[in-house]
């Protein structure tokens, strides 16, 4: 018991600002593993997150800008997610048109999973840099 309490300790006494592998992560997927040199992983995750990104804008997917119902508010917390990806869709304009094919639908939904995966590798990546993880 002392050993895992002293380990947990050690780990989250590093040097350095304890949540920027989180606000990284979120900006940038992958970027907290890659703070952590945990190079697999982050190549994984940001490649995840990028082609679930991109697949859902292709679909001609929703990035929802405001809320007028629950639902909304859902969707919106997911896009949030997506970090910079957001933030740059938004400026971009993509995803502003309304869903008029099919494949739109999915392609929001995309848009919306890739958000939320990229909020469970920053929390992950958070784990790691406080040793609640390994």
Request: charge should be positive.
């Amino acid at each position: 018991m002392a050993a895992t309490n002293n380990k947990m300790a050690s780990a989250g006494s590093g040097e350095g600002f304890v949540y920027l592998p989180l606000i990284a992560g979120w900006l940038v997927p992958g970027a907290g593993h890659f703070l952590l040199r945990k190079w697999g992983r982050g190549s994984l995750l940001m490649l995840s997150v990028l082609c679930m990104f991109a697949l859902g804008i292709a679909m001609q997917g929703k990035v929802y800008s405001d809320a007028h119902d629950i639902l909304d508010m859902l969707g919106l917390v997911g896009d949030l997610g997506n970090g910079l990806l957001y933030i740059a869709s938004r400026v971009l304009g993509l995803g502003a048109g309304q869903v008029q094919v099919t494949t739109a639908d999915y392609g929001t939904r995309f848009i919306v999973v890739a958000g939320l995966l990229n909020i469970i590798s920053a929390v992950d990546a958070h784990n790691l840099r406080t040793g609640r993880k390994s």
